[in-house]
């Protein structure tokens, strides 16, 4: 069956780096875009970022341009966001998904905090 | 960006009863739209893609309607699981943008 399991999540200071994955199986990863969507406590949800099935193109959210980076490696069915820079507004549970959006991960809790 | 509203914010609601949420773009859309369910602590689980086609297994009381501006999701007889929060999303352009939720709660 299909399974996305997120990691990386934690505490991270202001200003300071974290890399989120997300390995897949049960569907050909390396034929479909992915995606990270996040959830701040206690609110909706927001698209964050997307990554074509080969890599060759990614689409961000105003607020995350140019602090967070989308990437994958086919090789290894895995997705990453590489957050720099993080705020504490960027404070959120993030989710992949499958660019379809019929499968989703479970979540992996972000804190930014100082 | 798009902004997607979504119409009520709340919903109180009895098991049994016909529900309608709205969800309006601020440009249009085509059928570029998506509809989710999420309860507390979970994942949201797709229902409705192309503004109206079912996702498979979803239940037959959820339907989706409309295009360019204006979209409903229906659940035609509310059921005890239905009591969650609903979102619409938009998929036509980048940034995609969802609307702010919709909760559906026990009269």
């Known amino acids: 069956q299909v399974q996305l399991v997120e990691s990386g999540g934690g505490v991270v200071q202001p200003g300071r780096s974290l890399r989120l994955s997300c390995v897949v199986s049960?569907?050909?990863?390396?034929?479909?875009?992915m995606q990270w969507v996040r959830q701040a406590p206690g609110e909706g949800l927001e698209w964050v970022a997307l990554?074509?099935?080969?890599?060759?193109?990614?689409y961000y959210k105003d607020s995350v341009k140019g602090r967070f980076i989308i990437s994958r490696d086919n090789s290894k069915n895995t997705l990453y966001l590489q957050m720099n820079s993080p705020r504490a507004e960027d404070t959120a549970v993030y989710y992949c998904?499958?660019?379809?959006?019929?499968?989703w991960g479970q979540g992996t809790l972000v804190t930014v905090t100082s | 960006d798009i902004q997607m509203t979504q119409s009520p914010s709340t919903l109180s609601a009895s098991v049994g009863d016909r529900v309608t949420i709205t969800c309006r773009a601020s440009?249009?859309?085509?059928?570029?739209l998506a509809w989710y369910q999420q309860t507390p602590g979970r994942a949201p689980k797709l229902l409705i893609y192309?503004?109206?086609t079912l996702e498979r297994g979803v239940p037959s009381r959820f339907s989706g309607s409309g295009s360019g501006t204006e979209f409903t999701l229906t659940i035609s007889s509310l059921q005890p699981d239905d009591f969650a929060t609903y979102y619409c999303?938009?998929?036509?352009?980048?940034?995609?943008?969802f609307g702010q939720g919709t909760k559906v709660d026990v009269k």
């Open positions: 998904a499958k660019e379809e959006n019929d499968h």
């Open positions: 999303q938009q998929y036509s352009s980048y940034p995609w943008t």
């Open positions: 049960g569907f050909t990863f390396s034929d479909y875009g």
């Open positions: 990554i074509s099935y080969d890599g060759t193109k990614s």
């Open positions: 440009q249009t859309i085509s059928s570029w």
């Open positions: 192309k503004a109206s």
